[in-house]
C-alpha cells in the first residue's frame, strides 16, 4: 500500500502543483494508457494471455463516450443548417436522414456508462469463449487479437456515415452541458482520471492477492495441471480477459473526454503493440510498474517528438529490444534486482520479492469437491 500512496501523492500533488495545464493535460492522457496497461498486467503478466488487440477495448469504451458527447453536440439548435437537424454531421453529410437504432441508447449518460464498460466486456467473452474453450493460446492468440484491431479499425473506416469515418468523431463539447474544452474542466478530469485509476488499481491488488490471483499465476505456468486439479481453466482466461477488455474501456472513455475526440488511429494494431510496450517496460508482473512504465515511455514519445520527431519510432524500437535482452521484468524488475536490497537495510529489514516469478513453481489451490 506504500507504493499505491506513493503513486496517488505523485499524481495528485507533485504532478499538478510543478505542471503547468498543458502539461498536465498530456500526463492525463497518458493516465487513460496506463488503464489498458493495467489490464495487460493481469491479463498477460499473471494469467500469460498475450493480447495484441487491446487497442480494440480501448477504442470501443472511447467510442461509447464519443457517441454520448457527440449526440449532446449536435441538438437540433445546433444543427439547424443541416439538411437534417438533430443528428451527427458526418450523418448528415453521408445523407443519413434518422438517427440509427444503435445510437439512440447513447442519449442516455447511464446507459451510455454500462456500455462503456460493458459492451468491450461482451465483445472480449465471445471471443474469449470462442478461443480458449477450443484450447487457443499463446502466439496463435495474439495474433488473432492483433487481425482483430485491423478488422475492427477497417469497419470504422468503412462505416463513415455511422462511425465518422477515418476522422473519427470530433467537435465533442460539454457533458450534461458542462463544457469539457476549457482548461478547469481538463483539470477536474485529470482527477477523476487518477481517482478512477487508484479504484482500478485497488481492484488489481485484490484479485492478485485473492485465491483467483493464484490460481491465475499457476494456470499461467502449469496450465495442465491446473486443469487437471478440477478447474474450468477456459472460464478463468475469459474472465481476466473480460476484466483487462472493461479496464481498458474506462481509459479509453476518459481518453475521449479528456482529449476531445475518437478516431481509428487509437484501435488499430500500431496502437495496441504500443500498449503492450508499456506493460513490458514498466513491467508484465508487477501493478505499479506498469503505471510508471506507461508514464515513462509515453513522455519519452511526447519528448523526442518534440525534439526529434524523425528518430521517436527507432528509439521505440530499441526500447522494445532492451526490454527483451536487457531487463525482460522491466523497471520494476530493475528495482527489485539492483534497488530493493540496497535500500530494505536502510529501513530496518529486507526487501521482498513483490511479484511472482515465471520459473516459480506455483501452489495450485485445491479444487472445491464435488458431491456425487
Known sequence: MIGIAILAVLLVVILPLTLDNFRLQFVGKYLTYAFVALGLVLCWGYAGILSLGQGVFFGLGGYCMAMFLKLEASSVANTKIQTTPGIPDFMDWNQITELPLMWQPFNNLG?????????????????????????????????????????????????QGYTGGINGITDLRTLHGWDIRTDAAKTILYFVCVGLLIACILLAYYVKSSKLGRILVAMRDKEDRVRFSGYDVASFKVFVFCLAASLSAIGGAMFTLQVGFMSPSFVGIVPSIEMVIYTAVGGRLSILGAIYGTLLVNWAKTSFSESFPELWLFGLGGLFIAVVLIFPNGLAGLWQTYVAPRLGPLFGGTAKRAVPSPASEPAVPAAPAVAE
Do not use: D, H, S
Open 111 to 159: 446507459l451510455t456508462i454500462l456500455a462503456v464498460i460493458l459492451v468491450p466486456a461482451l465483445f472480449a467473452f465471445i471471443v474469449g469463449f470462442a478461443m480458449f474453450k477450443r484450447r487457443v493460446g499463446g502466439v496463435y492468440f495474439a495474433i488473432i487479437t492483433q487481425a482483430l484491431a485491423a478488422i475492427l479499425t477497417i469497419l470504422i473506416v468503412g462505416q
